[in-house]
């Protein structure tokens, strides 16, 4: 691979783009199927219908750039995804399974946020309005995803899957934080 200009680094980007969301088109049914929780399941299969056109919009960018469609392998994606497959494989309860898939999917998006944002930044630095567009608008959906992946997290599965599983690091939740003990909440020392 040669990269002697701007163009060759962006065309690099939106090649290694386009592999990414090919593989995470075919990982996210398995991911879907393998959670439980029911916004889970719903951002997962939004994001799939979202991820199908990021392709679109990947493919358009080839367009307006006048090169073929082709794919450079992902390796950063491939790593991501077996990592992946690793943490859903090894929880041991569907509500760990849940937070696992969470937290794979939050670093998924943010490797896409990275990608497209540098990618969009490329565009813009050569002045190509139309790309840096279509690659807004994918970068805009990628952090959404990761919005609704965080308040799923927080407000749900990570809840779910402390009370079901219990505490096992032994953290005793209602005891006072070390900087109160020896002190009442009136503020008089003991």
Known sequence: MSLATMHDLLLHELRDLHHAEGQLL???????????????????????????????????CFQLLGVPSREERCRGMEGLLAETRELTDGADTQEIRDAAIISACQKIEHYEISGYGTARAFAESLGLAEVANLLSETLEEEALANERLTEIAESEVNVEAVETNGNAVGIDRTSRPESQIGSDPGGTTH
């Open 26 to 60: 075919r990982a996210l049914p398995d991911l879907a199927a393998k959670a439980r929780n029911h916004a889970l399941v719903a951002t997962l299969a939004r994001h799939l219908n979202e991820t199908e056109q990021h392709e679109v919009r990947l493919e358009q």
